[in-house]
């Protein structure tokens, strides 16, 4: 198989643990991003970083502190962070390479993925271009609110 330049990344949240374990010995995998999804088989995720120096791995506990505090153990060159920093800017240095990194969330286990705020920041620690500036400048946060598809909307003409 050939293998381009382009690095590769799976990231998945909860119940994904099924996907990403099935992916594990997928050879073009290079990182991996488990959001509350250490609920499987701890030793089969560390045996993939452990079997590659190009494999990586950034895992974020709350339901699943189990889990998570069992692989960081195993793992002692984890770098561990107690929560997700404020802002992009204030993460330690060290998370943007080190080869696993946990955190501790301070987010309940569904808004780790609806509040727009955890996704974006883990996003940044991946070694990838960021597009256009524009996007970036919104505040991370709650996305705004949305029309609500099930709420009858009135017509053109006034009618429900």
């Not at 699943?64 to 802002?87: C, H, N």
């Not at 998370?95 to 955890?118: D, F, K, W």
């Not at 940044?124 to 909307?153: C, N, Q």
Request: aromatic fraction near 6%; proline fraction near 11%; hydrophobic fraction near 45%.
């Amino acid at each position: 198989m050939t293998r381009g330049a382009a690095m590769t990344a799976a990231i998945g949240h909860s119940g994904a643990f099924r996907t990403l374990q099935a992916w594990l010995d997928e050879p073009l995998l290079d990182q991996l991003v488990m959001v509350d999804a250490m609920y499987g088989d701890e030793d089969a995720v560390v045996g993939w970083l452990r079997a590659s120096p190009r494999h990586r791995l950034i895992f974020v506990g709350e339901d699943t502190l189990l889990g998570t505090e069992s692989v960081a153990d195993k793992l002692p060159e984890t770098l561990t962070i107690d929560r997700f920093p404020p802002t992009y800017d204030t993460w330690p240095p060290a998370a943007r390479t080190a080869r696993s990194v946990y955190v501790r969330a301070q987010y309940l286990h569904m808004p780790l993925v609806t509040e727009g705020i955890v996704l974006p920041s883990l996003l940044r620690l991946l070694p990838v271009e960021l597009l256009a500036d524009e996007p970036w400048r919104l505040p991370l946060g709650s996305l705004p609110p949305l029309v609500d598809a099930a709420a009858p909307t009135a017509t053109p003409d006034g009618t429900p």
